[in-house]
C-alpha cells in the first residue's frame, strides 16, 4: 500500500466535517495544539454552516470542503474533527484522482471509519486517531499526542493488559478496521471491508448488547471473520443492556462467534471511544502478539 509522506514542522493541515456538527470551541483548542507542534492549520470554508440542524453543513458544503482538501496540494494532511453520522451521504461523490497524484494522510475514527475503507480500496494508508471534538476532554492529552505524533513519522505501538478473553499467539498482515457499526454498514458497497489475511481491529460505543451481537453475526455471515490473520479489540465504551437484558459480555460474544478459528484475539487495547484513543495506521503492515503477560500490536 501507499504510505503517504509523514508531515514536517510548517506543514499545513487542513480542518474538515464530512459529518455532524461542531462546536469552535473544539476546533480553537485543535488548532492551538497543532500549532504548538509546528503546524500550521487551515479549516474548511463550511466548517461552520448552520444549513443543516445535525450535519456541518449541507452535503454540498460537507463535500465541497472535503474535496478541496484532497486536492490542494499545498495542504498536507487533512483531520476530521468528529464523527457521528454523515460521511456516507458524500463518500460516492469523491473525486481522488488528484489525491491519488499526490497522496496525504487523512485521519479521523467513528463515521470516519467509512473514508478509511475507501482509501483501503485504492490502496492509500490513513490514520486512524483521535479528532479535534475529542481534545478538550478530561484525559484527552495522550490521545492528541499519539495522532500528532504519528503524523509526524513516530508512530507507537499498542499495547494491552492480559485478560482472561485473549487467545493467544502471532499474526502479521495489514491492520484494518474501525468501527464496527461502519464496517458492517459498508457491506455490499463499493468500499466493502476486506478481512482476508490481515488483522482487524474493532471499536464500538453506545449500541445495545444483542445489537452488538447481530453486527458480529452479520460479519461472520458475510464471510468477514473466515480468513482473518488476527482479531484485536479496543474500546467498548457504554455497551448497554436493553428492556430485556442479553445477559453475554462483549468478549462472550466474540469469542463464541469466533470459536472455530484459530487466529488470536487480543481484547481491551486503548484505541475508540474513549481515552486514550491512541493512533494507528490503516493499511499498515503489523504485527499482534498475544502472550500470558499481555498483546502487542507493533508496526
Known amino acids: 500500500m501507499i504510505k503517504p509522506r509523514f508531515l514536517r514542522k510548517g506543514d499545513t493541515v487542513c480542518l474538515v466535517a464530512p459529518g455532524r456538527k461542531l462546536d469552535r470551541e473544539s476546533i480553537e483548542t485543535a488548532t492551538d495544539i497543532l500549532q504548538s507542534h509546528g503546524l500550521s492549520v487551515r479549516v474548511g470554508d463550511n466548517l461552520f454552516s448552520s ?3 445535525y450535519l456541518s453543513g449541507t452535503d454540498a458544503e460537507r463535500l465541497t470542503d472535503l474535496q478541496h482538501a484532497l486536492d490542494d496540494a499545498s495542504i498536507n494532511a487533512i483531520i476530521c474533527v468528529r ?3 454523515g460521511t456516507t451521504r458524500i463518500l460516492d461523490q469523491l473525486d481522488f484522482s488528484k489525491f491519488l497524484q499526490a497522496p496525504k ?3 479521523g475514527f ?3 471509519t467509512a473514508l478509511h475503507l475507501t482509501l483501503q480500496t485504492l490502496d492509500i494508508q490513513s490514520i486512524h486517531g483521535s479528532m479535534p471534538v475529542q481534545f478538550q476532554k478530561n484525559g484527552a492529552g495522550i490521545s492528541a499526542e499519539s495522532l500528532i505524533n504519528t503524523l509526524l513519522g513516530t508512530p507507537e505501538a499498542l499495547q494491552a493488559k492480559a485478560v482472561p478473553a485473549n487467545r493467544l499467539g502471532n499474526a502479521t498482515g495489514q491492520l484494518i478496521g474501525g468501527n464496527l457499526s461502519m464496517l458492517t454498514d459498508s457491506l455490499g458497497t463499493a468500499n466493502e471491508i476486506q478481512t482476508d489475511h490481515k488483522i482487524l481491529f474493532i471499536e464500538e460505543v453506545g449500541e445495545y448488547a444483542y445489537r452488538f451481537d447481530r453486527m458480529i453475526v452479520q460479519l461472520k455471515r458475510a464471510g468477514k471473520l473466515d480468513k482473518l490473520a488476527g482479531l484485536a479489540i479496543g474500546h467498548m465504551t457504554d455497551i448497554k443492556e436493553g428492556e430485556l ?4 459480555t462483549v468478549a462472550h460474544m466474540i469469542n463464541y462467534h469466533t470459536r472455530e478459528f484459530a487466529y488470536p484475539i487480543a481484547f481491551q487495547f486503548h484505541s475508540g471511544h474513549d481515552h486514550p484513543n491512541l493512533a494507528w495506521i490503516e493499511g499498515a503492515e503489523a ?9 502487542r500490536l507493533t508496526f
Open 105 to 107: 494522510w487523512v485521519c
Open 83 to 85: 464523527g457521528g453520522y
Open 51 to 53: 444549513a443543516h440542524s
Open 110 to 112: 467513528s463515521d470516519i
Open 287 to 295: 504485527r499482534l502478539e498475544v502472550t500470558p503477560s499481555g498483546a
Open 245 to 248: 437484558p442479553f445477559g453475554e
